[in-house]
């Protein structure tokens, strides 16, 4: 048992601890004022990326709604490369998968109005084991502005030597912006190293967790972490959680709630699905523009769980415009009701709230109390604003 003293001791040290230090200059690029909204080759296609995949896709998202509401980056994942650099010291794309070459390829992205993404490791290797980019950083970030490329997944692979991520990452940020092209950089190094710390200074986001598979628990268990690094987001530099398993193995209420969520955390939101055969459910679910305006709206802070009853979650966000997005969230196996109330997420106090449901697309009223029958595995989202009207007013 601890003496007096030390106890003493212990709690004089607890007080006299400095503050945490004030959050870090977020990286002042200007390259992503709200999340980024796009696709990534990696989910569904793994290693089988080529040059008409990405072309086709970009024609997908360039006529199916996606770019209307805001989607632009089609970014290329791993095992893009040849195995070796070239005499030079340049990574060479793979012939065989990008026969055009990624110069080409970038124009093609480019004239559909969108904007192109490409992937490397703070490593000697990739994830999939081809070259990276620790030590080449400039030599590579000035072949991909050569190209074109606007966007950069920069991974966390191949570091054999133990070498601190900080510096490893802030090498390619600082070779990124060298380049004078403004190209989009996101940390990808799974919440690891402290990246919490020095994440907002060096990216224009960073993932928070391992790898996202197309399966609900394993969307629940990211979003278990989340709370935790709800902080660190702001404006210009944003957690990401993974990308989207909308439309991969997801059921529709899944789909519909993981879509939710990530608006709510300010998450880029990066599809991850076949953009060229998903079906018409899968495209609303990423079309729908009232989740992601939640995504796309600061507040004042990212959303976070403000009740947790078991399987019945409540996450509830602030919005610019003085209301508050709420996702009333039902983790088990059987339909549940999950409720909560306007207080409870911040509004000030009125005789009325209006309620607009984001899925339903309809706006009912309440005196206070927010709740629904919410699907197994399901959410119903809503955004909640106080009226000068009464109930029945509205
Ligand atoms: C890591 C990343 C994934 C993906 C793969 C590619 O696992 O976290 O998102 O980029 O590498 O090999």
Redesign the pocket.
């Known amino acids: 048992m601890r003496s007096v003293a030390a106890l003493a001791a212990f709690t004089a040290a607890l007080l006299f601890t400095p503050p945490p230090s004030p959050p870090d200059t977020p990286l002042d690029n200007n390259l992503s004022p709200t999340p980024v909204l796009g696709w990534n080759d ?1 989910n569904t296609f793994g290693c089988a990326v080529t040059d008409s995949l990405i072309r086709e896709t970009a024609d997908a998202m360039s006529t199916n709604g996606m770019a209307a509401a805001g989607y632009r980056y089609v970014t290329i ?3 893009w490369s040849q195995h070796t650099r070239d005499p030079d010291g340049n990574l060479v794309a793979d012939p065989a998968k990008f026969p055009q070459g990624m110069k080409s390829l970038a124009d093609y992205v480019h004239g559909k109005g969108l904007k192109i993404g490409i ?1 490397s490791s703070a490593g000697l290797t ?3 084991g081809y070259p990276a980019s620790l030590d080449h950083e400039v030599r590579d970030a000035n072949l991909w502005a050569s190209w074109g490329i606007d966007y950069l ?1 920069y ?1 966390n ?1 191949g570091n054999t030597e133990g070498r601190p991520g900080q510096e490893r990452f802030a090498a390619m940020r600082d070779a990124l912006t060298a380049t004078g092209r403004p190209i989009v950089f996101a940390v ?1 190094n ?1 919440g690891t190293d402290s990246v919490r710390v020095w994440g907002p200074s060096t990216g224009n986001s960073w ?1 928070t967790t ?2 996202i598979t197309d399966d609900w628990a394993a969307v629940m268990a990211i979003l278990e972490a989340q709370p935790a690094w709800a902080a660190r987001s702001r404006p210009g530099a944003w957690n990401d959680p ?2 989207l398993e909308v439309g991969n193995g997801l059921t529709d209420d899944e789909a519909r709630a993981h879509f939710s969520l990530w608006a709510l955390l300010n998450a880029p939101l990066l599809a991850g699905n076949d953009l060229r055969s998903m079906t018409e459910r899968t495209r609303v679910v990423l079309t729908n523009a009232e989740v992601i305006a939640v995504d796309q709206d600061w507040g004042g802070r990212q959303g976070t769980r403000i009740a947790d009853d078991g399987d019945q979650e409540v996450w509830a966000k602030p919005m610019s415009d003085g209301s508050a997005a709420v996702v009333l969230l039902n983790r088990a196996d059987t339909p549940a009701a999950v409720s909560t109330t306007a207080a409870a997420l911040g509004l000030a106090d009125a005789p009325a709230y209006s309620v607009r449901d984001l899925w339903e697309h309809t706006t009912g009223s309440s005196a206070g109390g927010i709740s629904a029958e919410v699907p197994a595995h399901g959410a119903v989202v809503y955004r909640v604003s106080a009226s000068t009207l009464r109930p029945g007013e509205l």
């Open positions: 990696w994942d791993d095992c992937y990739t994830c999939a997944k991974d692979c990808c799974w993932r391992g790898d993974d990308m």
